[in-house]
């Protein structure tokens, strides 16, 4: 959580004492990146990233690991055939030129 107002007001964000790290990256990538002409390849991973998390949290969501843990559980490894898919789906990713989606 960052309650620091001198930062928050430093990247502009809206009023309000406090922020999570999360949505101050939402706020930089809507207000600063999003729609620039000169970096139109960035639109979409930023989108992804945002709105979907990192790629680490994506690969525990996409093997079904995080279901646990949100709900306060232990997570278990997830199984060998998840992470067969998963590699998979990586490798597809790295040969399309695409984004690990959750």
Not at 41 to 56: F, Q, S, Y
């Amino acid at each position: 959580m960052v309650e620091d107002r001198a930062l928050l007001e430093a990247f502009g964000y809206p009023e309000g004492g406090r922020a999570r790290l999360a949505e101050l990256w939402q706020h930089l990538v809507e207000e600063l990146l999003v729609g620039d002409p000169l970096y139109p390849e960035w639109e979409e991973p930023l989108r992804v990233i945002t709105r979907e998390g990192c790629l680490a949290r994506r690969m525990v969501q996409w093997t079904g690991a995080a279901g646990a843990t949100e709900a306060g559980a232990e997570a278990g490894p997830p199984s060998p055939n998840a992470l067969r898919d998963l590699a998979g789906a990586l490798a597809d990713c790295l040969a399309t030129g695409s984004l690990l989606r959750s």
